[in-house]
T-cell receptor
Framework: NAGVTQTPKFRVLKTGQSMTLLCAQD?????MYWYRQDPGMGLRLIHY???????AKGEVPDGYNVSRLKKQNFLLGLESAAPSQTSVYFC???????????FGPGTRLTVL | TQLLEQSPQFLSIQEGENLTVYCNSS?????LQWYRQEPGEGPVLLVT?????EVKKLKRLTFQFGDARKDSSLHITAAQPGDTGLYLC????????????FGGGTRLMVKP
């Protein structure tokens, strides 16, 4: 099993550009999450999904959109990137909630 | 202000020393998890505590959940260089859909 994979691993954007981060899991988990990690701030929940076709806002959802068209995939979109969105983004999945969350390796995004 | 406060933020010790990391909140958690994160990787679950006063041991690591389920501690005995990493606590709050709230993390460096 690959577990949780994220693409891309690194990306540099200019202010105003858009991009989509892809998260895929092969554990048949119902729950999927997108977090951002900033120095000293731990992980903050952006959006999450409790199953295929569902999404919900987390703690810091502004400037991001998500979609879960297939159970194994969870996409995070930035429509108009801002320097404040420079961060490391982690995707995670779990079978139940709360439960062990399995994290991907992260995507390091820089917005200039 | 973070819901979960971790202390200390940074800790640098020599191999063989003991240390304790604290995770405190004014909120009551239905469960609390501890994760360890190495550079360039996603967090990996170490333990979940559920019952107030619960103590769990994982080799040289001892985890305790406060009686009131508002705080937790992680004690490492005879630290080794392999213990180096970022330690994150995360609490699940029942009235927030049991979504995890992460502390800011404690960055531990164990020198040989």
């Amino acid at each position: 099993n690959a577990g949780v994979t994220q693409t891309p691993k690194f990306r540099v954007l200019k202010t105003g550009q858009s991009m989509t981060l892809l998260c895929a899991q092969d554990m048949n988990h119902e729950y999927m999450y997108w977090y951002r990690q900033d120095p000293g701030m731990g992980l903050r929940l952006i959006h999450y999904s409790v199953g295929e076709g569902t999404t919900a806002k987390g703690e810091v959802p502004d400037g991001y959109n998500v979609s879960r068209l297939k159970k194994q995939n969870f996409l995070l979109g930035l429509e108009s990137a801002a320097p404040s969105q420079t961060s490391v983004y982690f995707c995670a999945s779990s079978y139940h909630n709360p439960d062990t969350q399995y994290f991907g390796p992260g995507t390091r995004l820089t917005v200039l | 202000t973070q819901l979960l406060e971790q202390s200390p933020q940074f800790l640098s010790i020599q191999e063989g020393e003991n240390l304790t990391v604290y995770c405190n909140s004014s909120s009551v958690f239905s469960s609390l998890q501890w994760y360890r994160q190495e550079p360039g990787e996603g967090p990996v679950l170490l333990v979940t505590v559920v019952t107030g006063g619960e103590v769990k041991k994982l080799k040289r690591l001892t985890f305790q959940f406060g009686d009131a389920r508002k705080d937790s501690s992680l004690h490492i005995t005879a630290a080794q260089p392999g213990d180096t990493g970022l330690y994150l606590c995360a609490g699940a709050v029942g009235n927030a859909g049991n979504m995890l709230t992460f502390g800011g993390g404690t960055r531990l460096m164990v020198k040989p």
